[in-house]
């Protein structure tokens, strides 16, 4: 009984968070999931409340992203295994010269909460929002709308503000930073980059 009970506490935060979607996709006569925001799209608007580096509760929109290159990611929940040892790669990112944004569902204090508790991510270098509610990943369509959670999605946005690169990975599998820091090495070369290129690499004729 205890098990079950517990069960059910567990289950009311992902079955308000679906209703709260539903209700929203009704609003807006949507009755399925968005597509996938895809290269060549504007990245969409938003205002998120998050956590800097100095562990300093801030406000930050699409318009602090503008005119550099950034690296906008999402990941599944806070206080987990797989999502804090992406969180320390994608820092890397930043020594690249990038803008990097962490973003999941869960809010500004909890993720303050995990920083300060966790050392692999307790001294990043870039922000870790909150997209409470999940309208921004629903928007992007990087929703797991039966687990309630973002999925492991990466875009890579231009410093016009427009998208250039977009994976996604299932909840379970972490992504390979060397992979998005080549890709994004790639997208500023400005030229036709082959299959493996690495900076210092000639253009393909």
Not at 61 to 86: A, G, H, N
Not at 92 to 103: H, N, S, T
Not at 126 to 151: S, Y
Request: hydrophobic share 40%.
């Amino acid at each position: 009984m205890l098990e079950e009970s517990g069960k059910q506490q567990n289950d009311q935060p992902v079955m308000f968070l679906r209703k709260l979607l539903k209700k929203w996709r009704k609003e807006k006569k949507l009755n399925k999931g968005n597509s996938m925001f895809c290269v060549g799209q504007d990245f969409p608007d938003f205002f998120l409340s998050g956590v800097d580096e100095n562990n300093e509760l801030v406000n930050i929109s699409r318009c602090c992203l503008e005119d550099q290159w950034s690296v906008i990611y999402f990941y599944p929940k806070d206080f987990t295994f797989i999502c804090p040892t992406e969180i320390a790669e994608m820092d890397r990112l930043v020594d690249e010269g990038a803008e990097v944004l962490g973003i999941s569902g869960d809010n500004e204090f909890c993720k303050l909460n995990w920083k300060e508790s966790n050392t692999l991510i307790g001294d990043i270098k870039h922000t870790l929002a909150a997209d409470c509610g999940l309208f921004l990943a629903d928007e992007l369509g990087v929703l797991d709308i039966k687990e309630g959670v973002c999925l492991r999605a990466t875009f890579i946005v231009d410093p016009e503000g427009v998208i250039q690169h977009v994976s996604v990975n299932a909840l379970d599998t972490g992504r390979n930073v060397n992979e998005i820091i080549r890709t994004l090495k790639a997208l500023q070369a400005g030229g036709l980059t082959g299959c493996a290129w690495e900076p210092g690499d000639d253009f393909v004729a």
